[in-house]
């Protein structure tokens, strides 16, 4: 490494965030251009690996993450240096990062993937956690060993898990939606999902092995749990395994969910009593509703009128890409999201200086069935084509775009379902022209296919439906299924045989 001793260090290419994009895109360059120094700058001593890497289909691929520390890295990658600090600035015409730590480093070509953080409802709530990741799921997990009730603000992923894994406490959910899951399914596969969730016992999990690496010291003491500003790395798909979700109560589930509805206040005890309004007991039936006499330490005033009491607040409503440390002094195209925008070989609007992950809004003219979402598999895909083109820019070499974008994809297990979705699954985008075909076999699948002009768009699999490779076909080459009608989802013919 040249330049020690004080001054700059060079490098030809330099990772920022120690995420699954950053890991992904550092290790691929790693492997590409062995003889040269890779800097990957990460806050974090533990970055994300990921393992057991399965490609299920053309487009489909499960995965585990793992936290491992870095120094695994470094000895896997003799190339790769890990600098364990903050940005403190980027200086994008200077072709420099200066560290919290007081360094400088140089680079040819720069790849952001710091990822995102949680979009919080109100910021600075002792009452309000904001769950993305592994360290704010271990504080949750040490307030709710003291919970009797709390509410769950969001309607994502995490929030579904999140509430059908805790046990032992009251949960008020709070969506703005009319159904739960709204990110990840429509009201049909949120119904059908729903039966296990407000199920009083709980079947045994599919068992889940991961290794886990905890940071020594990371437990400081004193410190109040919501105070979690240090951004940890997004949280995996089974991130509550291994952690004890359970409350003060001796029954086992206990949710009630409110609809269409959004936090409009947060009362803190003493401004509740002050209002002299009444706040209302966990509902036992549809209609039969009670004020509470409880005091509770917070309160949460939804835009329905209702007031429930709790001990704390979730606050599971997404992340905002965590641009802030890169904007300061240079002329980034920002998206709407408030993402970096690249183009379709992962530039961002300045030379040399590529975006991959939760950080990056996808701002190229996307295939017909894809579309951007701030997923596990989707960080992977985008660390690695950033690599890539990254590579052949430096070789300048032209590249093709990553097959991977050709059609959304994801696989992940809820509430011990496999759930599959392809392409426009909830018709994103798509005009009103479009139908939906659904066939559901209560606690066993649950199938819903989306249908433009005669050609399938998207689907959602729930359950070992076995479908996913042959309806993945049938997306990409949009081949004309009017023929087929009702008949494509009849269970007495077997689709396969078709379409081999």
């Known amino acids: 490494m040249s330049g020690a001793g004080g001054g700059a260090k060079k490098g030809r290419f330099a990772v920022v965030g120690g995420g699954i994009a950053g890991v992904t895109c550092e290790k691929k360059l790693a492997a590409e251009f062995p003889s040269e120094d890779i800097f990957l700058i990460t806050a974090s001593p533990i970055i994300k690996a ?15 993450v ?4 870095s120094s695994l890295l470094e000895k896997r990658y003799p190339n790769i240096r890990v600098i364990q600090s903050g940005v403190k600035q980027l200086k994008s015409d200077e072709h420099k990062i200066y560290t919290e730590d007081g360094e400088e480093y140089i680079y040819e070509k720069l790849c952001l993937c710091a990822g995102a953080k949680p979009k919080l409802i109100v910021e600075g709530n002792p009452y309000v956690l904001g769950i993305r990741d592994t360290d704010s799921a271990q504080a949750f997990q040490k307030n709710l060993a003291q919970a009797e009730r709390i509410v769950v603000v969001g309607n994502g992923g995490i929030a579904l898990e999140l509430v059908y894994e805790i046990q032992g406490c009251e949960v008020i959910w709070a969506i703005k939606d009319k159904a739960i899951g709204n990110t990840f399914f429509d009201a049909g596969a949120a119904e059908f999902l729903i039966p296990k969730l407000t199920a009083e016992s709980r079947e045994t999990p599919i068992e889940c092995k991961r290794t886990k690496y905890t940071v020594e010291g990371s437990e400081e003491k004193g410190r109040p749990t919501a105070a979690l500003d240090k951004l940890g790395s997004a949280l995996g798909p089974d991130w509550h395994e291994g952690l004890h979700l359970k409350g003060t109560k001796e029954f086992s589930h206990k949710v009630h969910i409110e609809i269409l509805c959004e936090v409009k206040k947060i009362h803190l005890q003493q401004e509740f009593i002050q209002l002299q309004r009444t706040s209302l007991t966990f509902p036992k039936g549809e209609k039969y509703v009670e004020p509470d006499e409880l005091l509770w330490p917070v309160y949460v005033e939804l835009t329905n009128g209702k007031i429930y009491g709790c001990n704390f607040i979730v606050s599971a409503t997404g992340v905002v890409p965590n641009v802030e440390p890169f904007l300061d002094g240079n002329n980034f195209a920002v998206g709407e999201d408030g993402g970096l925008k690249v183009d379709k070989h992962m530039h961002t609007s300045l030379p040399d ?24 598999t989707k960080k992977r895909q985008m660390g690695w084509y950033a690599a890539k083109c990254m590579a052949a820019d ?9 097959f ?19 392409g426009k699954y909830n018709a994103q985008g798509l005009d009103s022209d479009h139908e939906l075909m659904l066939k559901k076999t209560k606690g066993h699948e649950y199938v819903k296919v989306v249908m433009q002009n005669g050609r399938m768009m998207g689907a959602v699999l729930i359950g ?23 008949d494509l989802l009849n269970p007495d013919i077997d689709i396969e045989d078709y379409f081999d």
């Open 404 to 422: 991977s974008f050709e059609l959304f994809a994801h696989i992940t297990k809820k509430n011990n379902y496999k759930v599959v979705v392809l």
């Open 353 to 376: 200086v590529y975006a991959a992950g939760d950080i990056c809004t996808a701002a190229w003219e996307p295939s017909p069935v894809w579309h951007q979402m701030r997923l596990w």
């Open 66 to 69: 793992e936290e491992q520390p």
């Open 394 to 402: 430096a070789l300048k070499k032209s590249i093709d775009m990553d």
């Open 464 to 486: 070992e439906t076995d479908l996913e490779e042959t309806f993945e076909n049938l997306i990409l080459n949009q081949m004309d299924l009017s023929a087929y009608g009702e």
């Open 50 to 64: 990921v393992t057991n890497f399965k490609q299920v289909s053309k487009t489909l691929e499960e995965f585990d």
